[in-house]
């Protein structure tokens, strides 16, 4: 098979580089163009970006030149992870142009016409895209991802949408990975619990409503359920750990929801898409897990672990859900994204 070019919108900054880690060797993609800003372009990528993550970047991709942010001789698929005060203008005139965008920036993910998935969990969200070119013009086409808690949350309640949720409170235990390079200084983080991470919680809120939400034609009708979100930044270097309480309108029974973990696969496992987990919910009978440093990597990062299913006093049934936030919070889920459109001929 001969492979998609793919390119990197932000390839310097921090989620760039997980993109970079994560496509390497990828079955169907072959990373070929690497686009920032004009500090960096012209540059050798092992000049322009400071590598953060563990080993060293391949060296195929360290020669390559930067190039700068704009429509030209990029390929037709670029994965985003721009600086959100310049993604909306840069994404919207690559899908202008004629590209498909899949990002990984929080800029167009609650537009009405774009969809914002989660390919186990909506991938009839992907409709909305004809309605998005005709309503703007485009030959591309946006796509995005959910923030990085967000996915945990939803990979968490998908399974249990059909028993009808109501209310969900949701508290985030946030890895330091999720603020970026330098992020959190380390005099704030270390020891400590930090209870506010700027527009988090009503992200999450949003977000959940929508991936949760019905394709309604040219819009999703968000999920009429109430979300609260809690978020906190704490010590822990990757993975998000989210304590959940739901309602229900049914009564469903602990073996009911068990079953629906347990049991749960989408359109990505039938698929065998190359970055879909074989199993994306997996359920953890011990008492203590899952916990992020023993779990959050496990099944390379790309499926949510759950735990300590058990009665709400308040709500109904309250359980423990676990991701890992660079990866299938973000370049993991771009990429999953992107394999979900080639399967259903978007790429063509
Ligand atoms: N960090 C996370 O874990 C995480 C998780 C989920 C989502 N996100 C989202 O992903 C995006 C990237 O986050 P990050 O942490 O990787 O940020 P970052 O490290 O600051 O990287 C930002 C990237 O944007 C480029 N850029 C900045 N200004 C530009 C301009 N004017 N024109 C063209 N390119 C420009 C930078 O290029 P230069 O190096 O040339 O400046 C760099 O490649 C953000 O929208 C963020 O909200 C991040």
Not at 77 to 82: G, I, P, V, Y
Not at 142 to 149: M, R
Not at 153 to 178: D, E, H, N
């Amino acid at each position: 098979m001969n492979k998609i070019e793919v390119g990197i919108l932000g390839a310097t900054g921090m989620v760039g580089q997980h993109f970079i880690r994560f496509l390497d060797g990828h079955p169907w993609f072959r990373l070929t163009w690497l686009g920032a800003s004009e500090r960096s372009a012209g540059k050798r990528y092992s000049e322009a970006a400071k590598w953060h993550l563990g080993g060293l970047a391949p060296d195929e991709i360290a020669g390559l030149t930067v190039e700068e942010a704009k429509p030209g001789n990029a390929p037709q698929l670029l994965f985003s992870a721009m600086d959100a005060s310049v993604a909306t203008e840069i994404e919207q005139a690559f899908a202008r142009a004629g590209h498909v965008v899949v990002s990984n920036s929080r800029n167009h993910r609650m537009d009405r016409d774009v969809p914002l998935l989660v390919p186990e969990i909506n991938p009839d969200h992907l409709k909305l895209i004809p309605g998005q070119q005709r309503a703007r013009g485009w030959k591309g086409q946006i796509v995005t991802n959910p923030n990085c808690s967000t996915v945990v949350l939803t990979m968490g309640l998908g399974p249990l949408k059909q028993f009808g949720i109501t209310r969900v409170i949701a508290t985030t235990l946030q890895a330091i990975s999720g603020a970026g390079y330098p992020g959190v200084p380390s005099m704030d983080i270390v020891g400590n619990v930090i209870p506010f991470i700027g527009s988090e919680e009503e992200k999450m809120q949003q977000e959940t409503q929508k991936i949760l939400g019905n394709f309604a034609g040219d819009h999703v009708e968000p999920l009429a359920a109430k979300v609260s979100a809690h978020c906190n930044r704490v010590p822990v270097v990757d993975g998000h750990t989210v304590t959940v309480s739901v309602e229900f309108s049914s009564q469903p029974t602990e073996a009911d929801l068990r079953n629906a973990f347990e049991t749960f696969s989408s359109v990505p496992q039938q698929r065998d898409l190359p970055s879909a987990p074989k199993r994306p919910v997996q359920y953890m009978p011990e008492a203590d897990r899952p916990q992020p440093r023993k779990d959050a990597e496990r099944e390379r990062g790309m499926a949510a672990f759950i735990g300590r299913l058990r009665p709400c006093p308040v709500f109904d049934w309250k359980f423990v859900a676990l991701g890992h936030n660079t990866i299938r919070g973000a370049a993991g889920a771009a990429v999953l994204n992107a394999e979900l459109m080639h399967s259903e001929g978007l790429l063509d």
